[in-house]
């Protein structure tokens, strides 16, 4: 989990639901394109931005 060394137990798994559903919904949001052959992605531009960053 990003930032993990820094939480408590409940922050870290808190933080882990969020990235997870996070990872789903880029999963979702990709598989498309993969499906019809399209060109690779860049995944640089994708970014997660987990609770400590607002």
């Known amino acids: 989990v990003p930032g993990g060394a820094k939480m408590d137990t409940a922050s870290m798994l808190d933080e882990a639901i969020r990235y997870t559903k996070f990872l789903k919904r880029q999963v979702r949001l990709l598989e498309p ?6 060109p690779m992605f860049d ?5 997660y931005y987990h609770s400590s960053d607002t």
Request: aromatic fraction near 10%; charged fraction near 10%; hydrophobic fraction near 35%.
């Open 33 to 38: 394109h993969f499906q019809l052959g399209a």
């Open 43 to 47: 995944p640089s531009r994708l970014c």
